[in-house]
């Protein structure tokens, strides 16, 4: 059968054909990575298919959420930024997103500059700062946007997920217009509103598509 995986072994009397299980995908998250990050890429590790570790041998082919190494050159950032109708707060955002071969993601900063505080390459996506500060804005705009973001870094394949939590909202309805920041608290409001938007996107991943066999 085409693309079906076998395996040829010789017992000492007859030759045998099995079929030879796909090997489970990895994702490595870093424990210093950022919540809400890290939550959402567990949450995508378990609805594609992927074992969540915190680390994976050298040379392996796992997909990697990591922060960036103290010695790569970055620069203090004191303003909110983001795109797609969410802003964070990074610490600190990546001097040359591009030096060797980084895709830089940019965001639009409150001023209007454009600055990077994440980046990837080669199944890696590397985060400048440990800290990103709380979310703001639509919260399934958010989880959309980071899914799609895992989907073109990790190069998986089959229905993006992004298209799936996209899929639901609207048969679901609109999410709620974000609240302004006079309104919202210290952020636990928004990560409680964050989690009902991870759990849609889990409900859709998980009804409306097949989970690909492990």
């Not at 609805?47 to 010695?71: E, K, M, Y």
């Not at 001097?95 to 895709?103: I, K, P, S």
């Not at 996209?166 to 608290?185: C, F, I, K, L, T």
Request: proline fraction near 7%; include cysteine.
């Amino acid at each position: 059968q085409a693309g079906r995986r076998v395996r040829w072994w010789y017992d000492g009397a007859r030759v045998r054909i099995e079929d030879d299980p796909e090997p489970q995908r990895e994702l490595v998250l870093d424990e210093r990575a950022p919540e809400p990050l890290r939550a959402l890429a567990l949450l995508w590790a378990e609805t594609r298919g992927f074992a969540a570790r915190a680390q994976a041998p050298q040379g392996s082919s796992a997909r990697r959420l990591r922060c960036a190494d103290p010695a790569v050159p970055r620069r203090a950032f004191s303003v909110r930024a983001g795109c797609d109708g969410w802003t964070l707060a990074p610490a600190q955002v990546f001097e040359n997103a591009q030096d060797d071969g980084w895709l830089a993601w940019n965001w639009q900063a409150e001023d209007g500059s454009p600055c990077c505080a994440v980046r990837s390459r080669d199944g890696v996506i590397e985060v400048a700062s440990q800290d990103l500060g709380v979310p703001q804005g639509d919260p399934a705009a958010f989880a959309t946007s980071w899914s799609r973001r895992f989907e073109a870094a990790w190069d998986t394949d089959g229905v993006a997920l992004a298209a799936r939590l996209e899929q639901g909202v609207r048969a679901m309805g609109a999410p709620a217009r974000a609240r302004s920041d006079e309104d919202r608290g210290a952020g636990t409001e928004w990560t409680s509103a964050l989690a009902s938007a991870a759990a849609l996107l889990a409900l859709c991943a998980a009804l409306a598509y097949p989970r690909r066999p492990r």
